[in-house]
Nanobody, 119 residues
Framework: QVQLVESGGGLVQPGGSLRLFCAAS????????MGWYRQAPGKQRELVAV???????NYADSVKGRFTISRDNAKNTVKLQLNNLKTEDNAVYYC?????????????WGQGTQVTVSS
């Protein structure tokens, strides 16, 4: 079983920055994707950024140029640097890891960390 623990959320002014961290523990396959999703009140959960164990990265269009995702494969951690934050970024941010092994998909989620952007 895999557990994900997020940290780093909080309150920040527009234009400010935050850094989110996620640490995965448990039995983790070496080939996997780790990413961040977010969900604002009344909205569907959406992809923010994802990075594969091979270093391939995808960002949501709304965060390109502002957010940066990175990971440490050895430590099974992923971080998200959020710069130039906007009120539109208000959401609960969830860490995710998913992988495939012998035709079976494994998907795990953290409990979420709140990001609030307000003046």
């Amino acid at each position: 079983q895999v557990q994900l623990v997020e940290s780093g959320g909080g309150l920040v002014q527009p234009g400010g920055s935050l850094r989110l961290f996620c640490a995965a523990s448990g039995s983790i396959f070496s080939n996997n994707d780790m990413g961040w999703y977010r969900q604002a009140p009344g909205k569907q959960r959406e992809l923010v950024a994802v990075i594969s164990s091979g270093g391939l990265i995808n960002y949501a269009d709304s965060v390109k140029g502002r957010f940066t995702i990175s990971r440490d494969n050895a430590k099974n951690t992923v971080k998200l640097q959020l710069n130039n934050l906007k009120t539109e970024d208000n959401a609960v941010y969830y860490c995710n890891i998913n992988s495939w092994y012998k035709g079976v998909r494994y998907d795990y989620w953290g409990q979420g960390t709140q990001v609030t952007v307000s003046s």
